[in-house]
């Protein structure tokens, strides 16, 4: 009979608070390619571990992650290597420089820290909401890619479970400063009122919904939405009485806007140096506020160094979001204590998963004893034989084959192991001693 194999999960990935802005660019994945990266991961630690893994990964601006699963023998070092390896390869990177900014977290590590990125405590902005639509859309998506199997499914059925339980039972995003809100805060130390300047945003998306609806209550003079759909611009922009334009009308417009907030999914950057020093020119100087919450970035970063551009990137925003924590700190606890009971509920479910293989065999094999000494009871029966001396005999043939196999062990295993035998079998039998 053979003995199960225990499930092995490894959370490997890089953050802001492991990776620059600069290497995390370069390792995110675009959204349209996930599920491709999904099916590639899975073929790459098949034929690097040895084992059928189970794949999730998570792109978005602040983290990179790979989830995985496996009943493999792989050690988690040589494992957390192998999807180095794999992110490495992917993006064609030297593997030396991306290692040394990835963690690997292992086992009920791995399922803490997927329970606390969906609950918003791994994030720049503590209990900022969006990484949880962001988790959802990623399952979605390496589900469709054939990337999901018993174990990953339900860790993450049981993560989104316990950020919902997390945001509604606790005051973990009461106090938030979201990005889009610290943008407004930042172009308010840039210009006196937003009032008297014109906004741009550039971009349809979910980050750029939230930075419209903070900097629209600002009231500011003109509000424009730029993307390469004019209709989804549109639709944006009506939300807030403004207008849209096509993105290619970029370099003719850019200069009549004070504030510019982009984040996109393009893989490249959209606004280069060249373009924004014409527009500072045409604008004789007025300073321009930009914010790039887009990775990779929109924003090529040496438009940075012009004198009269204030640029601010995901990561300059993280001082500004973080204020006000020490408010917080109540309410991290009581979000952590929850998190750690329900990883321990799951990791108790996993260990119970683990004996299912084993228990089916043992059905299968009690089976094929009882069908044995049944069909050898049928038989004495068309000859003939006594009816109870039938099932005297069926009933001692079945206890003889059943209690075979741990008589066995028991007499052929020596010293701390027949002992630790001996200590188990009234467990398994019920008896009493």
Not at 87 to 93: D, F, G, S
Not at 335 to 341: C, D, G, K, P
Request: hydrophobic share 45%; with cysteine; net charge negative.
């Amino acid at each position: 009979m053979t003995c199960p194999t225990e499930m092995q999960f490894l959370a490997v990935g890089l953050n802001h608070t492991t990776a620059p802005l600069s290497l995390r660019e370069k390792v995110a994945f675009p959204a349209d390619q996930l599920g491709q990266a999904v099916a590639s991961a899975r073929a790459w630690l098949g034929g690097h571990t040895a084992a059928d893994e189970e794949t999730a990964i998570l792109s978005t601006c602040n983290r990179t992650e790979l989830y995985a699963a496996s009943h493999g023998a792989a050690g988690v070092e040589a494992a957390s290597d192998a999807v180095a390896h794999f992110l490495a390869e992917y993006h064609r990177l030297p593997f030396g420089e991306l290692r040394p900014h990835l963690y690997a977290l292992p086992q009920d590590s791995a399922v803490r820290h997927a329970f606390r990125v969906a609950s918003g405590l791994d994030s720049m902005v503590l209990g900022e909401p969006q990484i949880l639509g962001q988790m959802k859309d990623a399952v979605r998506q390496a589900e469709a890619a054939g990337g999901l199997g018993t174990y990953l499914h339900q860790m993450f059925q049981r993560t989104f479970a316990v950020a919902k339980e997390v945001r509604s039972t606790t005051a973990i995003g009461a106090h938030s400063v979201s990005m889009a809100a610290a943008a407004v805060r930042l172009s308010q130390r840039i210009f006196d009122s937003i009032a008297e300047q014109h906004v741009l945003f550039i971009g349809a998306g979910e980050m750029i919904e939230l930075c419209a609806t903070h900097f629209a209550a600002q009231n500011p003079k003109s509000l424009t939405v730029a993307n390469r759909t004019l209709e989804r611009g549109e639709q944006l922009a009506h939300r807030f009485s403004g207008r849209a334009i096509r993105l290619a009308d970029l370099p003719d417009q850019l200069a009549k806007f004070d504030v510019v907030v982009s984040s996109t999914a393009s893989s490249l950057p959209i606004i280069g140096l060249g373009l924004v020093e014409r527009a500072i020119k045409a604008r004789r100087h007025k300073p321009m506020f930009m914010v790039d919450l887009a990775v990779p970035r929109d924003i090529e970063a040496e438009v940075g160094r012009l004198d009269d551009v204030f640029l601010y990137t995901v990561d300059d925003l993280a001082s500004v979001v973080q204020t006000g924590m020490e408010n917080r700190q109540a309410a991290i606890a009581q979000a952590e204590a929850i998190i750690e009971t329900r990883v321990q509920s799951f990791m108790h479910w996993v260990d119970s998963r683990a004996v299912v293989p084993l228990i089916q065999e043992l059905h299968e094999t009690s089976e094929a004893m009882r069908l044995a000494e049944l069909e050898r009871a049928k038989k004495l029966l068309a000859k003939g034989e006594n009816i109870d001396a039938v099932l005297e005999a069926l009933s001692k043939g079945l206890t003889a084959k059943f209690l075979h196999g741990p008589q066995q062990a028991l007499h052929d295993a020596q010293g701390d192991e027949r002992a630790r035998l001996a200590a188990l079998l009234p467990h398994l039998f019920r008896t009493k001693r």
